[in-house]
């Protein structure tokens, strides 16, 4: 059967990549709900409340004997997943592509994670420090999982359907965030004709993310295959790993320029997203079925979001259509500080706004950097790269955590993001991404 190299990706031109394209969308609709129910709904209001009913007459919990105001515990675990992350990525991603084993190690991390979120059923009381391990355990494993799954784009895409393919499994996942979300929204709001306390529903919305991320992933287990590892051996173990994805990575100066850019605006957008429903709760006051449906809308709105800007990169290029969503991600969260308390309106306007682009700006950036990661080492770039999504999205949580220990407001925590956007976009508009694409020996295409 004859191979053909096309871009950072080899395929098989006898395969039937259109099966593979749609079990690799797959994931997208597994994992997709622990983001939305767990991370951006349920979890950090919850995990807020059981960390405050732990706390002493100050509203300091003490996890080693550390003082935490309560209020900010939930950003330090989303932090410290992170810092995890950061040390088993690169690790794992050298070891799939120098193996091969790509699908086994995304069967691996992805199980890892459903696990942890389905253990979230028991965290109640005041096991505020059960409910930081999970998080800490299922956020690490979903970024992993993430990168692996990244890293099949340039093997199941030549490089003019990049965006397309890329924007249909952003928009697949928040389909099915939406779906469930629904489902959850009826259970929250009517939990008492079910039987069920206030608690007892939050519990059950979090573990049966678990249980759909575990179930649908068997899809792309399923239809995704491994391809032929490269030569050289195993992968370097610990730092040495770390220092060998450096070097290599440094011969590659302008793809590096565009990670920097990523990893700073995006730290932004993922801090929005793991903290607007805190934000929300604590500061303008709304209730849990208010944030569940501002997150519903910012779900389906999102799907239109993602289809549409993968339209107009075809159009005006993917680098201009990222760069002007983060004009429109600096007005919508420069908004958001001035949102009155207990105004659920103005909170949907605002998740209105946060929905048109965020399904794009995240779908364009990931096939944006699939032309820019050398033939051979997808996994190890993707690695990178999700540290740069997740694995590096420390500093945004720290920033809002430590701002509101300083100042005691959510609006100042939430002003403070703003920065993240302007500096990101300066730094994507310096790089100039023909010439990168070319660098990492890759074909130009015509519109980028």
Request: a positive charge.
């Amino acid at each position: 059967m004859g191979t053909e190299t096309v871009q950072s990706g080899v395929f098989d031109e006898g395969t039937d990549l259109r099966r593979e394209q749609r079990g690799w969308y797959f994931y997208d609709w597994a994992c997709s709900v622990y983001s939305t129910s767990v991370l951006t709904v349920f979890l950090g209001p919850y995990l807020t409340s059981v960390a405050d009913h732990a706390a002493d007459a100050d509203g300091y919990v003490h996890p080693l004997g550390i003082p935490v105001r309560a209020g900010s515990f939930f950003a330090y675990s989303v932090s410290l997943s992170v810092i995890l992350a950061v040390v088993l990525m690169p690790l794992v991603g050298s070891a799939a592509d120098r193996t091969g084993r790509k699908k086994r190690l995304l069967g691996v991390a992805a199980y890892a994670g459903a696990a942890a979120t389905t253990g979230m059923f028991f965290l109640d009381g005041d096991r505020y420090l059960l409910g930081g391990l999970l998080l800490i355990v299922a956020n690490a494993a979903q970024s992993v999982a993430l990168m692996l799954y990244n890293s099949y784009l340039p093997q199941i895409a030549p490089p003019e359907e990049r965006d397309t393919i890329s924007a249909r499994g952003w928009a697949f996942g928040y389909v099915a965030g939406s779906l469930v979300l629904i489902v959850n929204l009826v259970l929250y709001s009517a939990h008492g004709s079910f039987g069920l306390s206030e608690t007892e529903a939050v519990r059950i919305c979090l573990a049966g993310a678990g249980l759909w991320w575990g179930a649908f992933t068997l899809v792309p287990l399923r239809r995704l295959r491994d391809r032929g590892g490269r030569t050289g051996g195993a992968a370097a173990p610990g730092l040495r790993q770390l220092a060998a994805t450096a070097r290599d990575m440094r011969r590659h100066p302008l793809t590096l320029s565009f990670l920097l850019a990523y990893l700073v605006y995006n730290d932004g957008i993922q801090t929005v997203i793991s903290q607007a429903s805190v934000y929300g709760s604590q500061e303008l006051g709304l209730g849990q079925s208010t944030l569940i449906g501002a997150v519903l809308m910012v779900q389906v709105l999102a799907v239109a979001g993602a289809l549409t800007m993968g339209r107009l990169a075809r159009t005006y290029g993917a680098k201009r259509t990222i760069l002007g969503s983060l004009v429109a991600w600096t007005v919508t969260l420069a908004a958001g500080y001035f949102l009155p308390a207990k105004a659920p309106v103005w909170f949907f306007a605002l998740a209105a706004g946060i929905g048109l682009v965020l399904g794009g700006s995240q779908a364009l950036s990931r096939s944006l950097f699939s032309h820019l990661v050398p033939p051979g080492k997808e996994a190890e770039y993707f690695a990178a790269y999700e540290m740069s999504d997740r694995g590096m999205s420390w500093l945004g949580p720290l920033l809002f955590g430590i701002t509101y220990q300083l100042t005691g407001s959510y609006r100042s925590a939430i002003i403070s993001l703003v920065a993240f956007f302007v500096i990101g976009f300066a730094l994507l508009a310096r790089v100039p991404v023909r010439r990168a694409i070319g660098e990492a020996s890759n074909p130009v295409p015509q519109k980028i």
